[in-house]
């Protein structure tokens, strides 16, 4: 399941990001009439139609595996959060038939129909998102029932569809998508300018991308703070597992890599910076943090794993700002699409990182939670299915997914490989490029 | 009176399914199939059928699954645990047939690229629709056992037996005739390519009585309880009717009237699944899980009927706009 998922939220990911890429291309090219916007928005269909499929059978096998693996999860939960899993439903419903549309209608319908179809699937690639990620933030937060003698009473699958955790999660998810997407999708388009510098349509590609990914890199750090916050309120003991925090004290220090010793309820070796803790989840360099000494020791997450990965995160994330910044202040100087060659190279470097960041953050989302599936309601080891050899589905799914994502990149490589349309600017464009 | 509004919206999903994505699936059959020398122009009238919708087709199947585990949740977790092993193989071939399917089109247009896609991609359209077929008929043996939301029976009972295994190959041969059926229709201006499928569907059309007759017969034994269901008063008007909108269809083949065709094909897959889950009415499971003790709370059913209200505003119109653009004019 956790590998599973790990696959299919890349896919998701750019499910959510790439179908606005590719609605903006078109919004341009009805504004411009420029055909290299045109040959863009194609060309990102062509990425958007294998990842969507992906994502689509993927997403499949998802909605299955709830019930293969974690069988009592759904059996008590299923009356509680299946809403949103129909609402998603249907918007994922709705994205299909609309890509659908895109993909094989560009000379059946009007431009202008075509790119409301394309928007139409940007927006409802967000809502299934939202509202996956609404179920995941009721598994932190779980509220809408009441718990009498060990089952799910008064059920309120709305108040439970809004619960605390959702607002936080459900914007920092949208957000790491778009920037994984954007900076994904400009370091493909930086790396084939390295070669070939007056690329029109890689140059008009690595603008939208580098916009998406500018404008939404700096958001994301305001919405990782609210996450923050948020966690040291509702869950401090993944707060106190993520910032490897054993003790409760005042004016806590902030702990950056290190290594976490359970038995001795201290972080060695981490870099401290005194007081930083405090400031994150309160924004009060005095108060108090709770540590993970204040839990029973059965029900701690695994803090190396937590700790570190929330590391890894944070420092993507903060790579990636500093990418950004200097993208921006480029622009800001001349007024035109920077392409300095360190900073190319820097974008291509920082490709992968939103995806790294969005695979740790999740492994401390998940694993900070631990051992809960439903916190502090119902412990993961109750329920899992009672089906033995699981090693045989586990292994056949690993190899096709594997599998799988070989032959997604071999393919997306194909179609940018197969740039055909103008090598060299004309006169006309150099000057407003 | 709430769960049953639910569970017919499931059988309703269930039905749009098998005549959407089920065909899609047989088109995959066919696509392996495909010999003589328009064996190249079948497999690209197939894609051209299929491209477009197979993704909105195949949502149908998610539509049951939520569904079935928001409205009942231990019938969905009970089938889970007891028919893991099928449903993993169909997931399976679900992944396989949908990623070799876009591969095929995206990838090098070199023939041995496109031809050892076109295999993946035919042999799981096989594989698929059996283990469906046969997952649905292990529901119904009987041999499933559930006390207290607890299964009791392991994770092989039920669906290795003769009954459900008939039902595997019944839906594999159904899809292939409506798949059949639907390219006649999809292939208007080539006669050539539609006597190919005019032939294709007489034959398994032919198939599927038989099939049916061995489904029917070994449901005495291996799932008594449908058995009683298919003997009941009301069942002899859905066979009847079932069986004449089957030689309707096979006639209007024989006359090459394939609207009319396509027009008594659908409707026939329609009563087949409806009278199937008349039959088992009102288990889930039979005979344990019923949709009474399986439903979740009132609220969660009242909640899951208004967002279906709600997403077929949304879904119907964009439904039909798909199918009018993609249908009109070229095909017809």
């Known amino acids: 399941m956790a590998m599973s998922l790990a696959f299919h939220i890349v896919f998701a990911a750019l499910g959510i990001g790439m179908p606005l890429l590719m609605a903006l291309a078109e919004g341009m090219y009805l504004r411009t009439g420029r055909p290299v916007y045109l040959e863009l928005a194609k060309r990102w269909a062509k990425g958007t139609a294998i990842l969507f499929a992906v994502g689509a059978v993927s997403g499949t096998v998802l909605s299955f595996e709830l019930g293969l693996l974690w069988p009592e999860f759904m059996a008590q939960a299923g009356a509680i959060i299946g809403i949103p899993f129909s609402l998603e439903g249907f918007a994922f419903f709705t994205e299909a038939i609309f890509l659908g549309v895109y993909l094989y209608g560009w000379d059946r319908i009007s431009p202008r129909a075509h790119w409301v179809s394309g928007v139409v699937v940007a927006v409802s690639g967000v809502a299934s998102g939202i509202f996956v990620v609404m179920t995941n933030a009721w598994m932190n937060a779980p509220t809408g029932f009441k718990l009498v003698a060990g089952k799910f009473s008064d059920i309120d699958p709305v108040a439970a569809m809004l619960n605390p955790a959702s607002f936080h999660e459900v914007l920092h998810m949208t957000l790491a998508a778009l920037v994984a997407t954007g900076f994904m999708v ?3 388009h930086a790396f084939y300018l390295l070669s070939d510098r007056d690329n029109v349509f890689h140059r008009s590609a690595l603008g939208i991308a580098l916009a998406l990914a500018c404008i939404s890199i700096p958001l994301q750090l305001i919405s990782g703070d609210l996450s923050a916050q ?6 401090p003991a993944k707060l106190a597992a993520m910032e490897a925090h054993y003790r409760t004290e005042t004016e806590a220090p902030l702990l950056i890599g290190g290594l976490p010793n359970d038995a001795a309820k201290k972080t060695e070796y981490a870099l ?12 009060d360099f005095d108060a108090k943090v709770t540590g993970l000494e204040e839990f029973p020791r059965d029900q701690w997450p695994d803090v190396r794993i937590v700790h570190a990965s929330f590391d890894i995160m944070v420092g993507a994330g903060m790579a990636m700002f500093a990418v950004a910044v200097w993208a921006g202040c480029l622009w800001w100087r001349h007024r035109r699409l920077p392409d300095h060659k360190w900073l190319l190279r820097a974008l291509v470097t920082a490709g992968p990182l939103g995806f790294v960041a969005i695979e740790t953050g999740w492994m401390v989302t998940e694993i900070g939670r631990q051992p809960w599936i439903i916190y502090g309601v119902m412990r993961t080891v109750d329920a899992v299915t009672p089906m033995r050899g699981l090693i045989v589905p586990f292994s056949v799914f690993t190899v096709l997914y594997i599998f799988l994502a070989i032959i997604v990149v071999f393919l997306l490589r194909r179609q940018f490989i197969e740039t055909t349309l103008p090598k060299r600017k004309n006169p006309e464009e150099v000057a407003d490029a | 009176m709430l769960e049953l509004v639910v569970g017919i919206f499931i059988v309703l999903s269930l039905v749009l399914y098998a005549l959407m994505g089920g065909a899609d699936f047989g088109g995959g059959m066919w696509d392996l199939l495909a010999y003589g020398q328009r064996a190249g122009k079948q497999r690209k009238i197939i894609a051209d059928a299929i491209g477009p919708i197979w993704e909105a087709n195949h949502v149908w199947v998610i539509l049951v699954i939520v569904l079935l585990f928001t409205g009942f949740p231990r019938a969905f977790a009970a089938m889970m645990i007891s028919l893991h092993i099928p449903i993993a193989i169909m997931l399976v071939g679900i992944v396989l047939r949908g990623s ?19 295999t993946v991609f035919g042999v799981a359209s096989f594989f698929t629709p059996f283990f469906q077929g046969v997952t649905l008929g292990a529901l119904t043996t009987g041999r499933i056992r559930v006390i207290d939301g607890v299964v009791k029976t392991g994770f092989f009972a039920g669906w290795l037996t003769p009954f459900a295994l008939a039902c595997g190959v019944f839906a594999l041969v159904l899809f292939a005739f409506l798949a059949a059926v639907y390219l006649t229709n999809d292939t208007k201006g080539e006669p050539s390519l539609r006597e190919d499928f005019r032939k294709r569907a007489i034959v398994s059309g032919l198939i599927l009585g038989p099939v049916a007759l061995v489904v029917f017969l070994a449901s005495k034994d291996g799932a008594p309880e449908m058995y009683r269901g298919l003997t009941q008063w009301w069942s002899p008007v859905l066979l009847v009717w079932t069986s004449v909108c089957a030689v309707v269809a096979l006639m209007a083949l024989y006359l090459r009237r394939y609207a009319l065709s396509r027009i008594a094909a659908v409707a026939q897959v329609s009563l087949i699944l409806i009278g199937w889950s008349a039959a088992q009415y009102p288990n889930l499971i039979t005979p344990d899980v019923t949709i009474t003790n399986a439903a979740a709370p009132a609220i969660t059913l009242r909640l899951l009927i208004m967002a279906l209200g709600l997403g077929a505003i949304v879904l119907l119109p964009s439904l039909i706009y798909l199918f009018t653009i993609f249908k009109r004019d070229k095909r017809g």
């Open chain 1, 272 to 283: 401290s910076i005194p007081g930083g803790l405090s400031f994150l989840a309160h924004h």
């Open chain 2, 100 to 118: 070799a399917f876009v591969f095929r089109k995206y990838d090098s247009k070199d023939d041995a690229v496109q031809r050892r896609w076109s």
């Open chain 1, 186 to 188: 400009a370091a493909v």
């Open chain 1, 230 to 235: 948020a966690t040291s309120r509702l869950q």
